[in-house]
């Protein structure tokens, strides 16, 4: 399966869609990685049922959020066929004619893990691949926080990731991913519309800071959307839900409960050109004093 090259920009240009139903399907999930292909997959049947035509999963969707758990659970992308979680988000895409960004699985390639998110178009067409960048290592806790080493179990993505569709220019960062603003940063810099992080924080990083990283991110006028698994999903990790829509002043424009949910939120890309237009935020940026530099180039490819 090919993957998205290292640097992308999208092109400057209005996308095909610019309000549409976006679908945000909390899942619960289970120990049985067939229970929870099934589940993903009723849960898109009835976002798409709802008018959702671009659709979000979340971190860790076919496997509970538990590092021991991640081996058991991965699949080898390199064939499609023998990637089941793959092959449905493909499948369903195709069938009802909708985008999925497919929140995160554990991958299996060349003898490491990579926490990753797939993006299939409309036809079921593999877009784009995002492994997750930042990985979750706990240091000494603050919050009252489980203790989790991400790293011991899953290796590190190289990659951001922007990915050109229907819908626009669509950053991907998963859980973690979302603490560093230059990432955003980079997405906004490179055409992003939306960024989506599927997530799955905490109980207590969750109720410090979910909402606040999610809101913070209007620093780039963009919309945000992020989609956690249920809290009563299985695992040694108790996760905080409140799956989420900001929009580009920030604002929480629908979130939800704990509870396994479809959220269906309404997106109207003209609320990116409004924000920006009332807060000219690019025109003032002083680079006389400080300077964002995208450090990758058109030919790396590592
Ligand atoms: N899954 C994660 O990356 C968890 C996380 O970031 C948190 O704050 O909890």
Known sequence: ???????????????????????????????????????????????????????????????????????????????????????????????????????????????????????????????????????????????????????????????????????????IGICHDIRFPELAMLYSARGAQLICYPGAFNMSTGAALWELEQRTRQDDSLYVASCSPSRDSAGSYAIWGHSTVVGPMGEIIATTGHDKTVLIVDVDYAAIQRTRESFPLESQRRSDIYQFVDVLTESSNS
């Open 1 to 171: 399966m090919a993957s998205n090259s290292k640097r992308t920009v999208c092109p400057l240009q209005i996308p095909k869609i610019t309000q549409f139903k976006i679908g945000i399907c909390q899942l619960k999930v289970t120990t049985e990685k067939s229970a929870n292909i099934l589940k993903a997959r009723e849960l898109i049947q009835a976002a798409a049922g709802k008018g959702a035509s671009l659709i979000l999963l979340p971190e860790m969707w076919n496997c509970p959020c538990s590092t021991d758990m991640f081996a058991k659970f991965a699949e080898d992308f390199s064939d499609i066929d023998s990637a089941p979680s793959l092959l449905m988000l493909s499948e369903v895409a195709s069938s009802l004619g909708v985008t999925i960004i497919g929140g995160s699985v554990p991958e299996k390639d060349a003898g490491q893990l990579y926490n990753t998110c797939c993006l299939f178009g409309p036809n079921g067409e593999f877009k784009a691949k995002h492994r997750k960048i930042h990985l979750f290592d706990m240091g000494k806790p603050l919050l009252g926080e489980v203790q989790f080493k991400e790293s011991d179990y899953i290796s590190a993505g190289k990659n951001p990731t922007v990915v050109d569709t229907d819908f626009g220019c669509i950053g």
